[in-house]
């Protein structure tokens, strides 16, 4: 208990084991801690695993980006980049406290060290947002959760391409509901999407990176860009 008398959530260490699975001796092993309360919500769900993957297969990519984390909670994409050797910040909603402490977590239980933590709320111009440094890659894991919060999460990575028009938006999305769309988002936001599918980065299975992890669920990749060109295309 602490000093307001509220109880501390548990909390448990998930591992997960990245492997090189053409003939390399390349691996990298990460503790990902979970809050073990149903109340907060921070568990390493389905997405994360199958966009850590993607991250992985693309790590001699990553060296020496900058890399944004939205809405990253337990942090496995964002810890997996730097891991990788990305200078990597990490962000989750600014009303969040106990999500940025959690990022936080899951970086000292991962022996990093100089991983910036910040709280962006989507949909929200604030100064944080706009003083971020040149990105390269912005990262997303299921962000496109509550209907309600995809054109907020849309706004915030339009303006992020737009400061930034050699960047890439990398997400992973589980389909929920089939009448759930960005399709239209994406048009008023002049966003084009490709769709990148699971079994080229080996993502195309019921278990990945040594956890049951992420099972029979759909989740597909996609990297959003800015559309460019005279047309809009």
């Known amino acids: 208990m602490d000093d ?29 801690p979970e809050v073990l309360d149903p109340q907060y919500g921070m568990y390493v769900w389905p997405c994360a695993v199958v966009l850590a993957q993607y991250l992985w297969t693309r790590r001699e990519e990553l060296r020496d980006k900058t890399v944004l984390e939205l809405g990253a909670g337990v942090s496995l994409p964002g810890v997996v980049a730097a891991r990788c050797g990305a200078k990597v910040i990490l962000s989750d909603s600014t009303n969040n ?13 991962n022996g990093l060290h100089d ?5 962006l709320t989507w949909g929200e ?8 440094p040149k990105l390269d890659v912005i990262l997303g894991s ?42 239209a988002l994406l048009h008023r936001w002049k966003l084009n999407c490709v769709e990148v599918r699971l079994e ?10 040594g956890s049951t992890l ?12 800015l559309k460019t060109g005279d047309d809009g295309r």
Not at 125 to 132: A, G, M, N, T
Not at 160 to 176: C, G, I, M, S
Not at 214 to 225: A, D, F, N, R
């Open 4 to 32: 307001s008398g509220a109880e501390t959530p548990s909390i448990a260490y998930k591992v997960f084991r990245f492997e090189e699975s053409r003939n390399s001796t390349e691996e990298l092993h990460l503790s990902i």
């Open 214 to 225: 992420p099972g029979s669920h759909s989740i597909y990749m996609m990297i959003i860009t």
């Open 200 to 209: 080229t980065f080996d993502a195309d299975k019921p278990e990945l990176a």
């Open 115 to 119: 991983v910036d933590v910040l709280g």
């Open 97 to 109: 406290p106990l999500c940025l402490e959690n990022c936080r977590r899951s970086c000292e239980a």
């Open 142 to 183: 299921d962000v496109f959760y509550e209907p309600q919060d995809f054109e907020d999460v849309l706004v915030t990575v339009a303006f992020l391409l737009r400061k930034n028009p050699r960047a890439q938006f990398w997400t992973t999305y589980q389909e929920r509901s089939a009448d759930w769309s960005i399709e």
């Open 125 to 132: 111009i604030s100064p944080d947002l706009v003083l971020l």
